[in-house]
């Protein structure tokens, strides 16, 4: 089961929006899309979740294409707070019990 | 709510010694997991219990054993630790439903240094 793909290091000016893009093209029907968050070593935080619809709250947008093989966070007023490796996580499914498997993420730094 | 705690943040150990990482949540969560992360790397699963009872092996097993000791406590037991086990330990929970569409929820981790 493929991993997903997401740049290693992405930019971003304190109070634009963040945009993250993350690939999945083997997601399977009954597998959400997840986004995690790790900032400096401390214990992954969740983000945000999706299967096919777009998604918001109080922290992000997530956007999932029709053919849901790719997803973008977006972060709409970055701060450097966020500053932060951004995981994207298909959820394992079926009979699992929300088993994540984590890539390498993408490294986002927020500057000022 | 204290949500996850893990005990202990930091230990070194020498090559072959022993020691059980303890984790314990509060937010009454069915599946807890144990993960791993060396240095430039993603979390990689060592072990998970779906429920009470019942643990199972993740991607990284060899090495470690696990124990559900009740609903709230999953601990991780290194019986002869080795160089290669160096590493940065973090335990999560969830509410655990079949299915895994849920969040877990993250300790903030224990640094292990084997010698």
């Known amino acids: 089961d493929a991993k997903t793909t997401q740049p290693t290091s992405m930019d971003c000016a304190e109070g634009r929006a963040a945009n993250l893009p993350c690939n999945h093209s083997?997601?399977?029907?009954?597998?959400?899309v997840y986004w995690y968050r790790q900032i400096h070593s401390q214990g992954p935080q969740y983000i945000i979740h999706g299967l096919k619809n777009n998604e918001t709250n109080e922290m992000a947008s997530l956007i999932i294409t029709e053919d849901r093989k790719s997803s973008t966070l977006i972060l709409p007023h970055a701060t450097l707070r966020d500053t932060a490796v951004y995981y994207c996580i298909k959820s394992a499914g079926g009979t699992s019990y929300g088993k994540l498997t984590f890539g390498q993420g993408t490294i986002l730094t927020v500057h000022p | 709510n204290a949500g996850v705690t893990q005990t202990p943040k930091f230990q070194v150990l020498k090559t072959g010694q022993s020691m059980t990482l303890q984790c314990a949540q509060d937010m009454n969560h069915n599946s807890m997991y144990w993960y791993r992360q060396d240095p430039g790397m993603g979390l990689r699963l060592i072990y998970y219990s779906a429920s009470e009872g019942t643990t199972d092996k993740g991607e990284v097993p060899n090495g470690y054993n696990v124990s559900r000791l009740n609903k709230r406590e999953f601990s991780l037991r290194l019986e002869s630790a080795a160089p290669s086990q160096t590493s940065v330990y973090f335990c999560?929970?969830?509410?655990?439903?079949?299915?895994?569409?849920?969040?877990?929820?993250f300790g903030p981790g224990t640094r292990l240094l084997v010698l």
């Open positions: 083997t997601i399977s029907g009954n597998e959400y």
């Open positions: 999560a929970s969830s509410a655990g439903m079949l299915g895994g569409q849920e969040t877990q929820y």
